[in-house]
C-alpha cells in the first residue's frame, strides 16, 4: 500500500496544511480517506483531480468532510463529465449532512452512499475494519489491510479500547495527537502526543505517524517529546505531501 498525506491540520486549516484526508493506493485502486477543508487542492497536487475510486469519512466534523462538497461541482459539472456515481462511506447521516452543508439539494447523482457500521468490509482491493472510537459525534477509527500490510487510522480520538483492536500490530500507525500534554485539555475529545505514543506501545505497532495536530495551539515539540516518552519505536510528524510505504 501507498499512503499519501493530502491534508493533515488538526480542526481547522494550518498555515501549511489543509485538514484531514489521506489517499491510499495498491493495484491501482485509490482509497480517500476523509476530504477535509482545504484537501482538494492537495488531491490535484499529489495525484489527479479524477484519481479517487472510493471515499471513506471518518465522521461528520466539517474538518474531516467539506471539500466532499467542493468536489460535486468536479465530478459532476466537468467539461468532460459527469462522472460516474462514486461510492461514499460514512455515519449515519452523511447523505444528509453533506447535501446540507453544499446547500443544493440532493447529491446521489455526484455519491453512491454508503453506511458505515462497526465490522469488517471490502473496498476494492482493501479489507477496511471499522470500530466507534471515543469522539462526541459517532466516528469510525480504521484498520486498511492489504497484502499482509495493515495501515491504521485513529480518526479523531480520545483514548478506547477500540483504539488499540484497530491498531494492533500495525506496520504504520497514522494517529491524532491534538492536544499539548501538561494542561488541562477537554475529555473524550482527542489525544495528547503522551496518549498517542501510549497507545501506539500497547497495540505494538511498527511505525507511529502523528497527524491532526493543531498548529494555533499545540506545540509540535511538546507532541514529539511526549509521544517519544511513550513510544521507542519509529516516530514523525507528518506533512502535506508525505508520501509512506506500508
Given at each position: ?10 480542526s ?38 479524477k ?61 453512491d ?42 480518526a ?15 506496520d ?7 492536544y ?53 519505536g ?13
Open positions: 500500500m501507498k499512503l499519501t498525506v493530502l491534508g493533515c491540520a488538526g481547522f486549516p494550518g498555515p501549511e496544511s489543509a485538514c484531514s484526508s489521506y489517499l491510499v493506493e495498491a493495484d491501482g485502486f485509490r482509497l480517500l480517506i476523509d476530504f477535509g477543508t482545504g484537501s482538494l487542492s492537495g488531491l490535484q497536487r499529489y495525484a489527479t483531480i484519481s479517487v475510486d472510493a471515499i471513506v469519512l471518518s465522521h461528520l466534523h466539517a474538518d474531516h468532510i467539506l471539500d466532499a462538497c467542493s468536489y460535486v461541482v468536479v465530478r459532476r459539472y466537468a467539461p468532460d463529465g459527469p462522472y460516474p456515481r462514486l461510492p461514499l462511506y460514512g455515519p449515519a447521516g452523511t447523505a444528509a449532512r453533506l447535501a446540507a452543508a453544499y446547500g443544493e439539494g440532493p447529491l446521489d447523482d455526484v455519491y452512499f454508503r453506511e458505515l457500521r462497526p465490522g469488517t468490509l471490502s473496498i476494492g482491493p482493501f479489507t477496511l475494519t471499522v470500530d466507534r472510537v471515543n469522539h462526541p459525534v459517532e466516528t469510525y477509527g480504521m484498520r486498511v489491510e492489504h497484502g499482509g500490510r495493515v495501515l491504521a487510522y485513529s479523531d480520538t480520545a483514548p478506547c479500547e477500540a483504539l488499540l483492536r484497530l491498531a494492533h500490530g500495525a504504520l500507525f497514522l494517529c491524532e495527537a491534538s499539548p500534554d501538561g494542561v488541562q485539555n477537554p475529555p473524550d475529545l482527542h489525544l495528547t502526543g503522551r496518549e498517542a505514543g501510549e497507545a501506539a506501545t500497547k497495540a505494538g505497532v511498527g511505525r507511529l505517524v502523528l497527524t491532526h495536530l493543531v498548529a494555533a495551539w499545540c506545540s509540535e515539540a511538546n507532541v514529539v517529546d511526549s509521544a517519544s516518552a511513550a513510544f521507542t519509529p516516530l514523525e510528524v507528518t506533512r502535506t505531501g508525505a508520501r509512506y510505504e506500508v
